[in-house]
């Protein structure tokens, strides 16, 4: 039996999905610009699919525009946010533990120019509202913070930092990738208090190669890609309605049952949490009150990469730090206070609601035998 424990690096698609894909591959082929019926019924479906996300973000549909992915969304969000604002103002405040896909547009911005602030979690390894507010000012164009950490599953105080920032400095536009916690955590856009959200497809039982952002109406952005015009101009390139199809049905299907899948996971992380204080040696650098949809650990020592091998060859997949940076430390261990031995013995164990207590058990089992059977 195959023990699949990365669902933070990706999902398998839900059949709802994967049928809503075949039949637009099928069916529904037409480009969604061509004026002609085959066209209006793509449309159609890629105007379903943002009816669902928008719903799902408590947002109006003309907010969500499609992407390729959330990497493409924090490029867009980050970017075109900068280029439309940061003419005068040329300072963004950001989290440091933020992933790649916004840690990187960061320091290409500063290349360019721009004042980048990264505001770091405190020696208690938390993060304090007061230290985001107290970064920005006059000169800041845009704030940048991830709602759920993909490494721990740390949740950013971001709703309770947005509204702050926006009372002080009500011109700032403020940013959520929110991609582990949509549809995962109870995550509305007026809630966030954001101008700007990224959620991905993949991350949620879709397909890979699909993505969102919100945009708050009347916030402006420059496009990254220009071209046809579609997605209001905002993202050209023909829609790939296939997979916006299939993000949409993934929607449909979680939006019903967050907080039962919720606290469905909870307990699947206690149950893992106890089997896990049994092994000597391993410990949890997630915190308690984290997304139980990902728990970081450190296994006595023993290295990321052999432990990960380890497990593989009895089918049992996770992954260290995470899955993006191919197995490379990001940093953002370290940031939380995780470091040396125990940044070096990380792994990542990522469940969903389909996760099953037999497979955290398998994995526990195989743990504990590579704990004993691997040499530090
Ligand atoms: N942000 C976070 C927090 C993520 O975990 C990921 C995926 N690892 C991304 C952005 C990038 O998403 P995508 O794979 O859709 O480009």
Sequence with gaps: MSVYLDNAATTK?????????????????????????????AQLAVDK????????LGAAPECIYFTSGATESNNLAIRGAAAAYGKRKRKIVVSSVEHASVAETMTSLEQNGFEVVRVSPREDGKFYGIDFVSACDENTCLISMMLVNNETGYILPVGEVFAAVKRRFPEII??????????KLPVKASSLNADLISVSGHKIHGAKGTGALYVKKGVRLIPLITGGKQEKGIRSGTESVPLIAGFGAAVDKLSPTISQRYEAVKNLKAHLLAGLAEIDGVTVNSPDDGSPYVVNISAAGRRSEIML??????????????ACSKGAQSGVLGEFGINGKLADSAVRISMTAETTVEELDVFIAALKDGIENIRT
């Design 13 to 41: 698609p839900c059949s709802e999905c994967v049928e809503a894909i075949l039949s637009a591959l099928n069916e529904n082929y037409g480009n969604p610009s061509s004026l002609h019926r085959a066209g209006l019924n």
């Design 49 to 56: 699919a943002r009816k669902s996300i928008a719903d799902a």
């Design 174 to 183: 403020t940013h959520c990738d929110c991609v582990q916690g949509f549809m």
């Design 309 to 322: 091998h380890y497990l593989e060859q009895r089918e049992i997949y996770v992954s260290s730090g995470s």
